[in-house]
């Protein structure tokens, strides 16, 4: 199959969506599949994503908005795919040119409705924004021949399934290599939280809330955006790190904490990219929800705690963290455990057949 894989996004950031791309192409060039990536972008930066990049259109040009940028809709005829992968993104009308000539499947990763309605109270910008989505979404969703969800709990949501598309669940997946090799550290035990400030749900105040609440022989160790917090002397805050700088920070932890707060955006499901990192590195994992890979069985390296605002004020909960970290801080996921759960070659090629089977 020629997959067209499109999608608007700054790759030169280098993030967790950008290598999430980047692991799914290589799995479907793996099980034997021909992948071009095409991006719209406001900054083209290097990356570590090989991929057609375009500048974005944007309202200062009311043309170009409409019309889009025609490279890329020339490539991609051009290219001629069997099918266009489309990350879920916020409807462009020259999306309608791509989308009513070529078989196109959607991906999404969220509830964009209630995760945009969320954002729209930040600023009038994000108010504008999540209007015009509104009025623009079943433009996108009407145009596409199947959905695939990264959840089943997603999949279930009315603001999809009132589009009767065919839908498929995939969760996220990850590159499975060798297991890092973890700094032994006897005494005190290591936690690590990659997060965001600017995203609520994510659940960074709950994570320095345990940090208080377990105190000084447990250390946390924060990466990501994290200004302004309670400052306790077992939270070390590192900022933004690339791959290479929070693997030396993960090589010295015990336990990986997911998203605490994912009942702030309304879910009780998810399947975070940062946690499937965790696995991968063979650190076991504190979650705040349901797992999609682990809804069937949850494996003893997984401790899932309620999913709820009040949920570290209960003390059963904080037991079962502690007696969680004290039977698992020196253990280690090895691949062969975590395979069927996370791996990209198993799952992708999973997902690929299905879509095939769909299209064709």
């Known amino acids: 199959m020629k997959i067209a894989y499109l999608c608007t996004w700054e790759l030169s950031s280098n993030d967790g969506v950008t290598k999430k791309i980047v ?5 479907w060039e793996g099980i034997n599949h021909e992948v071009e990536v095409f991006c719209c972008c ?19 040009s009311l043309w170009s908005y409409f019309s889009g940028p025609e490279k890329l809709i020339s490539d991609i005829k051009k290219y001629n795919p069997d099918f266009i992968y489309l990350r879920h993104e916020l409807y ?8 009513k000539k070529n078989q196109t499947v959607v991906e999404i990763n969220a509830d964009d409705v209630l995760e945009l309605k969320l954002l729209s109270k930040t600023s009038i910008k994000s108010f504008l924004r999540y209007m015009y989505h509104l009025r623009t979404r079943n433009l996108l969703f ?12 997603l999949a279930e949501r009315k603001v999809f399934k009132r589009f009767n598309k065919p839908l498929i669940i995939s969760p ?3 590159m499975l290599n060798d297991n890092l090799k973890r700094t032994k550290r006897h005494g005190k035990v290591y936690l690590a939280f990659i997060g965001s400030l600017t ?62 707060a994912a009942h702030r955006k309304g879910l009780q499901e998810a399947c975070a990219l940062k946690v499937r990192e965790y696995i991968a ?5 504190i979650l705040g929800y349901k797992d999609t890979a682990f809804i069937d069985e949850t494996p003893k390296w997984v401790l899932e705690v309620p999913n709820a605002e009040d949920s570290l004020e209960n003390t059963e909960t904080i037991e079962q963290i502690k007696e969680f970290i004290k039977n698992m801080k020196n253990y280690t996921v090895m691949n062969d455990e975590s395979r069927k759960y996370i791996d990209a070659y198993e799952l992708e090629k999973r997902k690929i057949d299905e879509i095939c089977r769909l299209l064709y």
Not at 52 to 57: D, F, I, N, R
Not at 142 to 153: G, W
Not at 219 to 225: E, P
């Open 23 to 27: 692991e799914q192409v290589k799995a």
């Open 42 to 60: 406001r900054n083209l930066g290097d990356s570590l994503l090989k991929a057609k990049c375009y500048k974005q259109p944007n309202f200062k």
């Open 92 to 99: 462009k009308p020259y999306l309608r040119r791509l989308l």
């Open 142 to 153: 009407n145009n596409v021949k199947a959905i695939v969800s990264v959840t089943r709990e």
């Open 172 to 174: 996220n997946s990850i």
């Open 199 to 260: 995203q609520p749900w994510q659940g960074l105040d709950k994570v320095i809330r345990l940090a208080d609440i377990l105190g000084e022989n447990y250390v946390f160790h924060i990466i990501g955006n994290s200004n302004g917090e309670k400052n306790l002397e077992n939270v070390i805050y590192h900022g933004y790190l690339q791959k290479a700088e929070y693997e030396k920070v993960l090589k010295e932890c015990h336990i990986g904490i997911g998203t605490l």
């Open 281 to 285: 590195y063979g650190l076991p994992v």
